[in-house]
């Protein structure tokens, strides 16, 4: 009897797999349409990672993005990103730490309020893109390169309307950006990956 039931699992589950339903987003420009659209803020999230005294590695995350993505599938190059982040909505794990944050010994957020990223090149190769942009952060400008890769475009089954999105990494020195307190101790070196989507209005 066990024997049976085993077969017949055996034979039942490529016909499960082949009535899964598919994701509605699937990485495929196509499903694009030539405009330009709002950042969905509320399904970005951008995610930043230290050394933490050589111990360990530490992350925070930062929310409430707003801006937007000109793109034009059959022309990548021609994109334009412009992107703003709340300093305030910079959180961790410790409650401590994230009032830490937001004093004039990091991020000194009563000051410098936004953190923006404005595109200046694209460079598409198939899924992927090198996005060359200015980063401005505690009230300095420095250019960075993005490593962006196409997640997938649909229609939300929600809102009905076209949504899709992009992963990216770069890492910057922050000591570049004037944000030198406890280095080396907090690394210099900040990694930095991005999740962002994008919805039709």
Do not use: C
Not at 172 to 186: E, L, N, T, W
């Amino acid at each position: 009897m066990r024997a049976f039931l085993t077969l017949a699992l055996l034979v039942a589950t490529p016909a499960f797999a082949q009535t899964a339903p598919q994701l509605p987003g699937q990485p495929e420009a196509s499903r694009v349409v030539a405009g330009t659209y709002p950042v969905d803020t509320g399904h970005t999230q951008v995610t930043f990672t230290v050394n933490h005294f050589g111990f360990s590695a530490f992350t925070g995350q930062a929310g409430g993005a707003t801006g937007s993505l000109t793109i034009d599938p059959k022309n990548p190059a021609a994109a334009k990103l412009d992107i703003t982040i709340p300093t305030s909505g910079i959180v961790t794990t410790v409650k401590a730490l994230d009032t830490h944050l937001a004093t004039p010994d990091f991020f000194d957020a009563a000051t410098y309020p936004t953190i923006r990223f404005v595109s200046t090149g694209v460079v598409a190769s198939g899924n992927t893109a090198k996005i060359t942009g200015n980063l401005t952060l505690h009230g300095v400008t420095k250019p960075v390169v993005l490593d962006a890769k196409f997640v997938g475009a649909g229609d939300n089954p929600m809102s009905k309307k076209l949504n899709f999105g992009f992963s990216a990494t770069t890492t910057i020195q922050r000591s570049a950006f004037g944000m030198d307190k406890y280095v080396p101790f907090v690394s210099d070196e900040v990694k930095i990956e991005i999740n962002a989507a994008f919805a039709a209005q």
